[in-house]
């Protein structure tokens, strides 16, 4: 997770509810430009139950060093408790009511709203996606504008969590790294969505405690 941060400019961060942003801009006149956009969302997760936000029961020594070295807000919140929704309104900038998509079982986001990944797609920006859950498939509206989009796959899901419906954390991030060494230089937005229950769950060959 070090080698992955050290490979971006990340310059905000929102963890609790539902996601958390991550996006570059410059801060002073003389600073050189960032090289990309990292959004990583974290489904299913309450700010009170995350160290950087005083929860000592669990640490979480990388949410606490991007913590310590980026901006915490103490006040955000989700326009929606809802993965899919959610996440379209973080994508799209627009409320529920406004793009469409209510519920996880809704229609898909329509073709004619622009999404971050277009628009940045378009600005000539390399993009992709890698999502550890069923609920955010490429067929659910927010695949448009990532050249690369990886889902649950058949094979790769935790049949013991939520059955079958998510990927394992590690793997949604070994792949983002893996893209990003690929990329060389170009500018890039990069999607991460990591499920709570996946996220924290140790390997399957680790001894319980």
Known sequence: MNRFRARVTLAGVVAGGLVALAAAAWTV??????????????????ADRLSPYGFQDVS??????????????????????L??????????GLLPPHHGVRDNADKPLADSIPTLASTL??????????????VLDPDRGLRRGFEMYRGVEP???????????????????????????QIGDARFLLWTQLCS????RPPSSATPA
Not at 127 to 132: K, L, P, S, Y
């Open 83 to 92: 993965t899919l929704p959610a996440h379209t309104s973080l994508f799209t």
């Open 197 to 200: 229950s996946s996220a924290s």
């Open 29 to 46: 006149a003389s600073a050189p430009p960032p090289r990309g956009v990292v959004v990583i969302t974290l489904d299913t997760t309450r």
């Open 121 to 134: 797609l378009a600005d000539g920006f390399r993009t992709a996606a890698f999502v550890g859950s069923v």
């Open 60 to 81: 979480l020594p990388s949410l606490e060093r991007l913590a310590r070295e980026g901006v915490v807000f103490d006040h955000a919140s989700s326009p929606v408790p």
């Open 155 to 181: 094979g790769v899901a935790m049949p013991e969590t939520a059955e079958g419906r998510q990927r394992r954390g590690d793997a949604v991030v070994d792949d983002a790294i893996r893209w990003i060494d």
